[in-house]
């Protein structure tokens, strides 16, 4: 006991030191995530507009399904009502281990379908590099300019392909869209799903879209250039929009987003399968943490040194004279790539992981051991700098004080952690702005809603996060494998412009 005590005792004594360094990393944190304040702001009044574009390209749209009969012909009737020239586009399915009827409807909707039967690989992103196999084939990659990736529960608005053609004849390489819901009003589940797509459009898509940086691809669509697929599709993993992600920013690409592409996607309405769904996104967002973090890290200190071209064999292109323009020029890029591969980073590195591991260590632990030593002196029971803290604080002016000892150690302990429930339920109150925020600057484009809903949703919105936080700590130490996810609306894309009409 007497070696128990003095070890307590020791850890005790180094609190204070500890409590300065820890506070001192979340200073660095805050600086290092302080660029997506300014995103905040700009989002809200700024996106990246792209002029009509002069030449009209070749697109192949390529769709994975798995069991998607119920919905898949919705989707292939919204890319017929497209005011784009039906000659110039080619629909592609790939029905992966399917045991109903999607490839009869595919085929009937006059798609081109591919079957494919594999049970060890069941990713979507395996499906995917099936389908690029048999398009490099039967027709060659380079016979299409770039490729949409869509999924089976999808649905167009009518000019989605000519706005993301804007953007592709404008010169970029990959580009992503704008993400609406199709069945926003099927419960608080699906609403939590919906206000996350809104919310990565204002806080990262338009911002990063106005500073030419590179916003993430969130798993459909989307469009790139032939050339990210001349040497196949390498994204398998449970979470390939993000490792495609990270890789084409490594690699210099920067990933625009057009605001006035608009589609729609169907978000899950059951707990346990949106809670299957969140735990295989944590597990592929460490995944690609670990895949590629080394790489941007490298990008941000050394540059394009160290990028190696993995989507082409290019040919260098001829030395050009040096002119200050082109030093210029240069320099400008440069910068761009590497804060694009900083904040890129910054996006996948598990930060919530880092926190509690920290928060575990020093204001629990290690506060418990310097209680043991000293004991508890006027501490207030609902401290904290949230409105409910200080709230709480008003009306029930209550102090803990406790001699040192053992009862001082546990209290000390339970006090960290009720005081760390306290902040997040002030932090969920809080936040729930953010979807008054979202339901006000995006009412022309949300499905209507009654507004005894939107005070629901209002009020269920944090839930996602939390939702978010916890299932990245248990996907450190489970294996999580990739199941699909069942679309059932019966939601056409003729449904959703009525119901714009009526609104």
């Not at 419960?187 to 919906?194: N, V």
């Not at 102090?399 to 760390?420: H, V």
């Not at 679309?487 to 003729?494: N, P, Y």
Request: glycine content about 6%; proline content about 2%; overall charge positive.
């Amino acid at each position: 006991m007497n070696f128990l005590d003095n070890i307590i005792s020791a850890i005790g004594d180094s609190y204070l030191v500890s409590n300065m360094i820890y506070a001192a990393i979340g200073t660095v944190l805050t600086y290092l995530t302080f660029h997506k304040k300014v995103y905040r702001v700009l989002g809200l009044f700024f996106t990246r507009k792209f002029k009509p574009a002069k030449n009209k390209h070749k697109y192949a749209i390529v769709i994975a399904a798995r069991n998607e009969q119920q919905v898949i012909g919705n989707l292939l009737d919204s890319i017929k009502q497209q005011d784009y020239p039906s000659e110039l586009l080619t629909v592609f399915v790939v029905a992966d281990n399917c045991t109903d009827k999607t490839a009869e409807v595919v085929r009937n909707h006059g798609a081109i379908c591919y079957e494919r039967f594999d049970n060890e690989r069941k990713t979507k992103g395996f499906a995917l590099q099936y389908l690029f196999e048999c398009i490099e084939r039967d027709y060659g990659t380079k016979s299409f300019e770039g490729y949409f990736v869509f999924d089976a529960d999808n649905l167009l608005k009518e000019d989605y392909i000519s706005r993301m053609n804007d953007s592709f004849d404008a010169g970029e390489k990959i580009i992503t869209s704008y993400r609406n819901t199709k069945n926003f009003n099927e419960g608080w589940i699906a609403s939590t799903y919906a206000l996350h797509w809104l919310r990565s459009i204002r806080q990262n898509h338009r911002a990063r879209s106005i500073l030419r940086l590179a916003t993430n691809i969130q798993g459909t669509g989307f469009l790139f250039s032939n050339e990210i697929v001349e040497k196949g599709w390498k994204y398998t993993s449970l979470t390939e929009d993000r490792a495609l992600t990270a890789d084409a920013v490594a690699q210099g690409y920067r990933i625009s987003y057009n605001d006035k592409a608009e589609f729609y996607d169907e978000q899950p309405v059951n707990l346990r399968v949106a809670l299957r769904q969140r735990l295989r996104w944590s597990k592929g967002h460490l995944l690609a943490f670990l895949e590629t973090g080394p790489y941007l890290f490298a990008n941000i200190f050394c540059g394009k040194l160290f990028i190696k071209t993995r989507f082409t064999d290019k040919v260098k292109k001829e030395k050009q004279p040096i002119t200050a323009k082109r030093i210029a020029l240069g320099f400008v890029e440069s910068v761009r790539h590497r804060f694009a591969s900083f904040d890129t980073l910054m996006q996948l590195t598990p930060l919530s992981v880092f926190n509690i591991a920290r928060w575990l260590i020093v204001p629990v632990f290690m506060y418990a051991c310097y209680c043991y030593n000293g004991g508890i002196e006027s501490i207030d029971f609902f401290s904290g700098g949230t409105y409910l803290a200080k709230g709480l604080r008003m009306l029930f002016p209550f102090e803990i004080n406790i001699t040192s000892g053992t009862d001082a150690f546990f209290t000390g302990l339970f006090m960290q952690i009720w005081l760390r429930l306290l902040y997040r339920a002030g932090k969920y109150i809080e936040n729930t702005l953010g979807a008054i925020y979202l339901f006000i600057v995006e009412h022309k484009r949300i499905v209507k809603i009654p507004w005894y809903k939107k005070i629901l949703y209002t009020l269920t919105w944090p839930i996602f996060d939390i939702i978010g936080r916890y299932t990245t700590y248990v996907a450190l130490f489970v294996k999580v494998t990739w199941k699909p996810i069942p679309h059932e609306s019966k939601i056409t894309i003729d449904d959703i412009k009525k119901d714009k009409v009526k609104k």
